[in-house]
Antibody, heavy 112, light 107 residues
Framework: EVQLVESGGGLIQPGGSLRLSCAAS????????MSWVRQAPGKGLEWVSI???????YYKDSVKGRFTISRDNSKNTLYLQMNSLRVADTAVYYC??????WGQGTLVTVSS | EIVLTQSPATLSLSPGERATLSCRAS??????LAWYQQKPGQAPRLLIY???KRATGIPPRFTGSGSGTDFTLTISSLEPEDFAVYYC?????????FGQGTRLQIK
């Protein structure tokens, strides 16, 4: 059974850093494209970053240079390193395997 | 960035009725268009991918159609559990983008 469990969210001040983790089971993170998608409170969905099986990564312009997506194949875990956080980054962050499997999300709140 | 525009913003229908949701892309996305359902406090659930293919476990009352720039999600006969927010999403080009959503509410 495919499962994705996010962790690492919390309250952080503007300018701070946070690392989100997504522990996967039932498949290998290296065999599929993996993504981070976020949803600000009461708003729509936004695809933030993606990492393909070949290691190629892409980022939405608003997070480019601040966020880094990566994976640890030995731990079967996906990460999102978030630096220079802004109030506008406040959202529930979901990890997803391709389009079909999603985690339950972890809330990141950026506030002073 | 490809912009997806969904209509209507809100759709009020009764159980048993037919729902038709639209999604228009600012440029062609070929058939790389998906539909999701989202209920409060839950992650999105994939319904349709590649414009017309039902995801695993999705009942046949959900049908996707279209290609290029115009797409439709049809729910043939609404069940009580179908009332939710629906999003379209393209994976034709990065950044992948979503529509703003259609809220399907009980009339």
């Amino acid at each position: 059974e495919v499962q994705l469990v996010e962790s690492g969210g919390g309250l952080i001040q503007p300018g701070g850093s946070l690392r989100l983790s997504c522990a996967a089971s039932g498949f290998s993170v290296s065999d599929n494209y993996m993504s981070w998608v976020r949803q600000a409170p009461g708003k729509g969905l936004e695809w933030v970053s993606i990492i393909y099986s070949n290691g190629r990564t892409y980022y939405k312009d608003s997070v480019k240079g601040r966020f880094t997506i990566s994976r640890d194949n030995s731990k079967n875990t996906l990460y999102l390193q978030m630096n220079s956080l802004r109030v506008a980054d406040t959202a529930v962050y979901y990890c997803a395997r391709d389009q079909e499997y999603w985690g339950q999300g972890t809330l990141v709140t950026v506030s002073s | 960035e490809i912009v997806l525009t969904q209509s209507p913003a809100t759709l009020s229908l009764s159980p048993g009725e037919r729902a038709t949701l639209s999604c228009r892309a600012s440029q062609s996305v070929s058939s790389f268009l998906a539909w999701y359902q989202q209920k409060p406090g839950q992650a999105p659930r994939l319904l349709i991918y590649d414009a017309s293919k039902r995801a695993t476990g999705i009942p046949p009352r959900f049908t996707g159609s279209g290609s290029g720039t115009d797409f439709t999600l049809t729910i043939s006969s609404l069940e009580p559990e179908d009332f939710a927010v629906y999003y379209c999403q393209q994976r034709y080009d990065w950044p992948f983008t979503f529509g703003q959503g259609t809220r399907l509410q009980i009339k």
